[in-house]
C-alpha cells in the first residue's frame, strides 16, 4: 500500500435556498458520506482538497433586492459575494481540522462544471467526490446538471454522491 | 467514526477481448484502484461485495465455434459459462485474502445494469464502483452503457472509473 495519502477533491457550492452562505445539501452531505464512509479514522491518509467554483453573476441580477446607485455599490457586492465564498470554505476547512484530516481549499471563478474538469486536470487528484441533486431528465433541461457532465469529461475517477430523499426540498431543482 | 466496516460493492465483468476468463480491463482497473486509493493499509475498515451479472445468451450465439449436436452440448455449455463466472470471482477474492480485506461474491443472471441497481436496492451497500470504457456518445449509442446508468438510479453513491488512456483497445468497446 502505498505512502502519499489518497487526494481528494471535492467539489462544494452555496445552497439555492436561503440568504446566508451556508453549503448547499447535496453539497454538505458528499463531504460529510466522505469523512465518515471514506476517511473514517484514517486521518493520515487522505487529504482533502475543497474547490468551490463561484459562478459570476456581472449583471448583479441575483441580487434583486439590491439597489446600485454608485460604482461603489457593484464593487461592495462583489466583496460580498467573495466573502460567501470564504464563508462557506471555512464551514469545511474548520471541519476538517475537527477531526485532523488535512486539507486545502481554494475558490475559482466561472461555469463550475468546466472549472471542476480544468481544476481536475491542473491539480490532478485521485478522486473527485461531487454533490447531486439527483434530478431526473426533465428537470435537468432546465437547471443542468454538473455531476453528469463531470462523470463523463473529468479526468479522475468520480464519486457521485445524491442527496437523501429527506433532505430534498420542496422544489427538487433548488439545493 | 463508525465502527461498522464501509461496505463497498464493485460490479465485475469478463474481458471481451480474448477467450480466457479473466477479467475486464475496466472492471479490474476500478478494482484495484479501490484497495489501492480507497482501502489502502485500513484492511478492517472496509468489506468487499464482488459482484457479477452474468449475461444470458439462451440460443448459444456467443459461442461461434461450438457445435450442439445434442441436448447435453447446451447443458455443458451453460456448465462453461457457469465456470467462467466462478473463475473470474475466484481472481477477485484471492486478491482481497492477500491483502487481509473481507469480501462477499455472487452470481446474478441479466442484464446488469438492472441487476446491479436491483442487487444496490436489496444489499444496501454504502458505495458502488463500476469501472467505465469512458466511451463517447457516439460509441454509447452502439454498446450501451452500464456505469451512466447507474450513476442515475442506483440508490447509493456510486464511483466511476475510467480505463488509463494507456489501456484502450484498440477498438474502444471491446474491455
Known amino acids: 500500500m502505498e505512502r502519499e495519502p489518497t487526494r481528494v477533491m471535492v467539489a462544494v457550492n452555496e ?4 440568504g446566508k452562505p451556508h453549503p448547499s445539501i447535496s453539497s454538505k452531505r458528499a ?3 466522505t469523512l465518515e464512509k471514506m476517511v473514517r479514522s484514517n486521518t493520515s491518509d487522505f487529504k482533502i482538497l475543497l474547490l ?3 459562478v459570476v453573476d456581472e449583471d448583479g441580477f441575483d441580487e434583486v433586492d439590491s439597489i446600485y ?3 461603489d ?3 461592495d457586492m462583489r466583496e460580498s459575494n467573495k466573502s460567501k465564498g470564504l464563508h462557506l470554505l471555512e464551514f469545511f476547512v ?5 477531526i485532523g484530516v488535512s486539507c486545502e481549499a481554494w475558490i475559482k471563478k466561472g461555469d463550475p462544471k468546466d472549472v471542476i ?3 481536475v486536470s491542473r491539480v490532478r487528484p485521485d478522486l473527485l467526490v461531487l454533490g447531486s441533486r439527483g434530478l431526473g431528465r426533465f428537470q435537468k433541461v432546465f437547471v443542468g446538471t454538473v ?3 463531470c462523470v463523463k469529461h473529468a479526468e479522475c475517477p468520480v464519486l457521485t454522491i445524491k442527496r437523501n430523499a429527506d433532505e430534498t426540498p420542496s422544489d427538487p431543482a433548488d439545493d
Chains 1, 2 share one sequence.
Not at 15 to 18: A, G, N, P, V
Not at 94 to 98: P, S
Open 94 to 98: 474548520t471541519k476538517c481540522h475537527e
Open 15 to 18: 445552497s439555492t435556498i436561503k
Open 117 to 119: 474538469c480544468q481544476e
Open 147 to 149: 455531476s453528469g457532465f
Open 52 to 54: 468551490h467554483v463561484h
Open 69 to 71: 446607485a454608485s460604482p
Open 73 to 75: 455599490d457593484f464593487r
Open 31 to 33: 463531504f460529510e458520506w
